[in-house]
Nanobody, 125 residues
Framework: VQLQASGGGLVQAGGSLRLSCAAS????????MGWFRQTPGKEREFVAG????????FYADSVKGRFTISRDVAKDTMDLQTNSLKPEDTAVYYC???????????????????WGQGTLVTVSS
């Protein structure tokens, strides 16, 4: 399974970016997904999660109300809409997929089996 994250870039504070994640080798359809982020010298941090059917989402407190996770089951893609970006949102963003079908998303990186290569988001002040 290969996950491909895209959509990162340089944006001013207050701006928006839409990150996308696509899979090859295994469908998204039956697996919970998540977005995480990481900055140098820090542990990977949970950002948002979504159930396999897209019906339930949850967010880190730091992004709640600003970020929206979604998935298109038919297209087998997942997105993260990031609004009102802050300099502290600067990080490499990773999409991840759980290994077990129908298992719930969690905020723990160790619960996710497959990871994308990451896309860099830089927010300037």
């Amino acid at each position: 399974v290969q996950l491909q994250a895209s959509g990162g870039g340089l944006v001013q504070a207050g701006g928006s970016l839409r990150l996308s994640c696509a899979a090859s080798g295994r469908t998204f359809k039956f697996y919970a997904m998540g977005w995480f982020r990481q900055t140098p010298g820090k542990e990977r941090e949970f950002v948002a999660g979504i159930t396999w059917d897209g019906r339930t989402t949850f967010y880190a407190d730091s992004v709640k109300g600003r970020f929206t996770i979604s998935r298109d089951v038919a297209k087998d893609t997942m997105d993260l809409q990031t609004n009102s970006l802050k300099p502290e949102d600067t990080a490499v963003y990773y999409c991840a997929q759980r290994g077990e079908a129908y298992s719930p998303p969690t905020s723990r990186p160790d619960d996710f089996l497959f990871w994308g290569q990451g896309t860099l988001v830089t927010v300037s002040s």
